[in-house]
């Protein structure tokens, strides 16, 4: 039986994981002896390597490997964006199929290597780009594939959970458990595209399109971090039967059909969720994905969604996938090979705009600690149709007084509009939080 010939793009935290799992010798599916390693590109080749590996096997040319003809697939699990998409397109560009771990890359430039990865009739797998071990790219794209998708919530960036959960167990204030994750390897030195949230809206978009069948313009994704998050609100929030978590939503929108154009709501932030609701469970880097279809009802993915085992368990899954289709003669030039990827049969989708989106909210505002505050709060919400769930006074000392308001679902225009006028109110010394709220 023929050999895959595979080029690795990257010897680092995935990377490793990969080879380890193509080396190892647990007693894993009898396919994974048809693997053969080409040969793994990495920048510095003179690098003192954790894992024993063959000094030969490395080289820093990824286009040694692209231009090869006798190499089937290229895993790319280096990183970046402009590089590693050029590597992606030039390497199916030579009909040879890609397995990625980008979810950067995937999430901008999907639509365009789908169609290039289609017209040259080799496959793009990327199961690894979200939620890193846990399986949901396959799943949206064949096992749920009979349903309508409704909605999907989850938390999918391990880094910010990990922060958020220390934050709640531990009282550790933000910067002291970003730090803690850096320590651990669960934060880069550079952690802004995880504590900004931007992650988490890169994996959303590459979700969305698989699950609504179209194109998501990425950056109209109305995203937010965690980084002013203050250990005030974690209090506040578990007091009123809360936990604060980074979640990322996206829904069908039934209100805004427009040119035949499915609406959805897209959006990354941070959340109180209710004690008794699944997601407010995950603790630690772990993942967990809730999605709603029509007729399956509710499922949950969760597991690890990062780390070198987990994510390298994914690539390596799909390197096998490939394995099986080149066994059976699939690959061939000039064809559609993954029809229900294939941007042909994508349609038009649009992300509505942020200030449409009808959500919870969380304000904690500070003011003075004077008769009528909470009442003059109150009407200014009335008179932008905010309508409140409840209001309460949670703390006041030196006549400064801190009230938490929570809102039934409203668009967040109207928030807006009511921040401002609030701010403008003499006892309002300032609006101390805004959080969304399930
Ligand atoms: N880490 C995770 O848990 C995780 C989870 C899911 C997805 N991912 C995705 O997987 C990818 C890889 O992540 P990682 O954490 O494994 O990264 P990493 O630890 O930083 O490793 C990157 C590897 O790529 C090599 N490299 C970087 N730039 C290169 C270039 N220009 N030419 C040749 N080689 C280059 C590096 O070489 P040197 O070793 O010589 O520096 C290194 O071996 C990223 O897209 C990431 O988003 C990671």
Excluded at 131 to 154: D, F, H, T, V, Y
Excluded at 407 to 430: C, M, R, W, Y
Aim: net charge neutral; aromatic share 4%.
């Amino acid at each position: 039986m023929d050999k895959l010939r595979i080029g690795i793009i990257g010897f680092g935290t995935v990377g490793k994981g990969v080879y380890q799992i193509l080396m190892g010798d647990k007693d894993t599916h009898p396919i994974l002896k048809q693997i053969e390693i080409a040969n793994i590109v990495v920048k510095n080749i003179h690098k003192k390597r954790e894992v024993n590996i063959e000094k030969n096997l490395l080289i820093n040319d990824p286009n040694k490997l692209i231009d090869d003809p006798f190499i089937d697939v290229i895993v790319e699990v280096m990183g970046g964006t402009d590089i590693a998409k050029d590597i992606i397109l030039k390497s199916l560009r030579n009909g040879k199929s890609v397995v990625t771990a980008n979810k950067a890359v995937m999430a901008r430039y999907g639509e365009e290597i789908h169609k290039v990865a289609s017209e040259n009739g080799a496959y793009i797998l990327f199961e690894a780009a979200v939620c890193g071990g846990i399986p949901i790219i396959e799943p949206l794209k064949r096992s749920l594939k009979s349903n309508q998708i409704i909605k999907m919530a989850g938390i999918i960036n391990g880094t910010t959970n990990f922060i958020l959960s220390k934050m709640s167990t531990e009282k550790a204030a933000f910067k002291e458990s970003l730090e803690l994750a850096q320590k651990l390897g669960y934060a880069e030195l550079d952690p802004s595209a995880d504590v900004e949230g931007q992650d988490a809206a890169d994996k959303i978009s590459i979700l969305s399109e698989l699950a609504f069948g179209g194109k998501i313009d990425r950056n109209k994704i109305d995203t937010e971090g965690i980084n002013k998050i203050d250990l005030k609100d974690i209090e506040y929030a578990e007091k009123l039967g809360f936990e604060i978590k980074l979640l990322a939503v996206s829904e069908r929108n039934k209100d805004n059909n427009i040119n035949n154009s499915l609406p959805l709501n897209i959006w990354v932030g941070p959340t109180l969720i209710p004690k008794s609701h699944p997601l407010s469970t995950i603790e630690g880097v772990n993942n967990a994905i809730l999605v709603e279809g029509d007729p399956i009802g509710e499922i949950m993915l969760y597991g690890p969604g990062a780390g070198s085992g987990p994510t390298a368990s994914s690539v390596v899954s799909d390197i096998l996938s490939l394995k099986a289709l080149s066994i059976k003669k699939n690959i061939s030039k000039d064809r559609v090979i993954d029809p229900l990827l294939s941007f042909n049969f994508w349609r038009k989708c649009h992300v509505i705009n942020s200030e449409q989106i009808r959500k919870k909210n969380y304000l904690r505002i500070i003011c003075e600690d004077t008769p009528g505050v909470i009442g003059k709060i109150g009407y200014i919400f009335g008179n932008n149709d905010v309508s409140i769930e409840s209001i309460i006074q949670l703390d006041a000392r030196e006549n400064e007084a801190e009230i938490v308001v929570i809102t039934h679902h409203v668009p967040k225009g109207n928030i807006d509009i009511s921040k401002n006028q609030l701010n403008a109110l003499p006892e309002v010394k300032f609006i101390a939080a805004q959080l969304n709220c399930i």
